[in-house]
């Protein structure tokens, strides 16, 4: 299995998505009654169809006191504005001090006008204040740098805007204000629900779930048509392609390895895993057989690594060993011998704290269980070890007294 692979499938589906959203699209325009402007105002609600949809193209009529775009200050028929705060931050992680980067949306204005679009015969009206899909272009993009002072007022353009409050850990390098809208063109193509509005019958947003948006567009309603079916066929053809090849290589890819460490470990194993809490890792540990075995856990050497504590117990909660790390190079390691059992091994970071408060991310550690041979001796192991403070074998025990030899026979004379 290649996690590859999965990750194109999961980008040749979102072509597909693309895709249909356009089939949908492309569907709707050819299916919604097309009517001239003059037509829509001699008919009124029956020039829709079953739902007032209708969609007409025509001359556009702004009103006397057009829209203004708020940072270009370009008349138009709709705009959207955003504006994106710039952050860094510093993380002290187990490989050392890393910087992060980002952006956070902290303004976002979307505003449409009411215009009408004509044939010379007549007019319908068209409320864009709604959700619209539309030929936007960009109009204005600035950026603004700062400092060791945020400043109380940031200016994009003819825009000025009081500076939001932000609470954040990160520090704040900037600002970028981006506008968009539909201009004021010859001709526009709209094609929307008929409702009843103050002025009249008008063409807007339409209403209720899954009843999609305004569209508008500069380009005409046969160059639309054309666009949204050559969106069609991109996002069918290469997402098509990439969820095909993805699922194959995700299915008959070589399987990545997996060295996480399981909850639950029979007998023996090495693996890696996080240690993301305070109170340690516990591992349940089943030994099928009387033997001695030695327990270690190490550390990649990070700028700050963990501080191993290692410590074993028996299914009766008795301690068996405990071994702690005496510095930042040190590893741990206990040799033991066990009898047959189920045992808890615990991981933990010598000074538990640091996972909390300030390393982000956890410390990485690895955990080998190897068996070393043997039978323990009588009366050792989960029933009688006794717990050790430090690494390495336990003392010997002793040897079982002897018993006096008996006399020799006296010799015949």
Known sequence: MSYFGWFLAICGLVGVIIGFLQMQKAKKMGTVP??????????????????????????????????????????????????????EKTERTEQGEQKKTGSDNIHREERGTMFQITDGAGAVIVDSSGSIDADMEKTHTSTISVGMMIPGTLSFGQLQMNTPHIHSESRTTGFVGTEKLVKISPTVYALGQMQQGSQGIMLATPKGLGTGKLI???????????????????????????????????????????????????????????????????????????????????????VNPIYPDLTITDASGKQVGRDVAGGADDAVKLIRPLTAGTYTITVKDKD??????????????????????????????????????????????????????????????
């Open 352 to 413: 538990g704290g640091k996972v909390l408060n300030s390393i982000k991310g956890g410390f990485s550690y690895s955990l080998v269980i190897e068996k070393q041979g043997g039978a323990p001796a009588a009366g050792t192991g989960a029933a009688a070890a006794k717990p050790a403070a430090t690494g390495g074998a336990p003392a010997a025990t002793a040897a079982p007294s002897a018993k006096p030899a008996a006399a020799p026979p006296p010799k015949k004379k």
């Open 216 to 302: 508008l567009s500069a380009k005409g309603r046969e160059a639309l048509l054309g666009a949204t079916g050559r969106n069609m066929k991109l996002g069918f053809g290469i997402g098509g392609a990439l969820v095909v090849v993805g699922a194959l290589m995700g299915i008959l890819g070589d399987k990545p390895v997996d060295r996480s460490c399981p909850a639950t470990i029979a007998d023996v194993v090495s693996c890696d895993d996080k240690l993301t809490s305070a109170e340690g890792d516990n591992f349940k540990w089943t030994v099928p057989a009387n033997a001695t075995y030695s327990i270690a856990v190490s550390h990649p050497h990070f």
């Open 34 to 87: 097309f009517k001239k402007p003059s037509e829509i105002a001699q008919q009124g609600m029956a020039a829709g169809d079953a739902k007032q949809m209708v969609s007409t193209e025509g001359q556009v009529q702004p009103a006397a006191q057009p829209l203004v775009a708020p940072m270009s200050g370009q008349p138009c028929l709709a705009y959207e504005i955003t504006v994106e705060r710039k952050w």
